[in-house]
Nanobody, 114 residues
Framework: VQFVESGGGLVQPGGSLRLSCVASGFTFTSYRMSWYRQAPGKGRELVATITRYGVDIDYLDSVKGRFTISRANAKNTVYLQANSLKPEDTAVYYC????????WGQGTQVTVSS
């Protein structure tokens, strides 16, 4: 099992980024997918979850209305469109489906700063 995240970077407050995560080593359509993030000095937190075919989606309260999770099952890929970014969104962002079982990827760094 492998997760490869990309799309992070340095952005000014109010800016946008589109994160991508390509998954491999398991049947992608059998699992819900989630984005997590870990800010410096803090624990990892769940940001957004999408069910197998996108019927149900949940978000961390602090990102509701700003972030959008989606998936492309034909590409084994999950996305996170992050708009209206704030400095408190600065973190390493990861995707996973079952953190208790599957290993973490390297993550992608998002830095929101002027």
């Amino acid at each position: 099992v492998q997760f490869v995240e990309s799309g992070g970077g340095l952005v000014q407050p109010g800016g946008s980024l589109r994160l991508s995560c390509v998954a491999s080593g398991f049947t992608f359509t059998s699992y819900r997918m989630s984005w997590y993030r870990q800010a410096p000095g803090k624990g990892r937190e769940l940001v957004a979850t999408i069910t197998r075919y996108g019927v149900d989606i949940d978000y961390l309260d602090s990102v509701k209305g700003r972030f959008t999770i989606s998936r492309a099952n034909a590409k084994n890929t999950v996305y996170l469109q992050a708009n209206s970014l704030k400095p408190e969104d600065t973190a390493v962002y990861y995707c996973n489906t079952d953190p208790a079982t599957f290993p973490w990827g390297q993550g992608t760094q998002v830095t929101v700063s002027s």
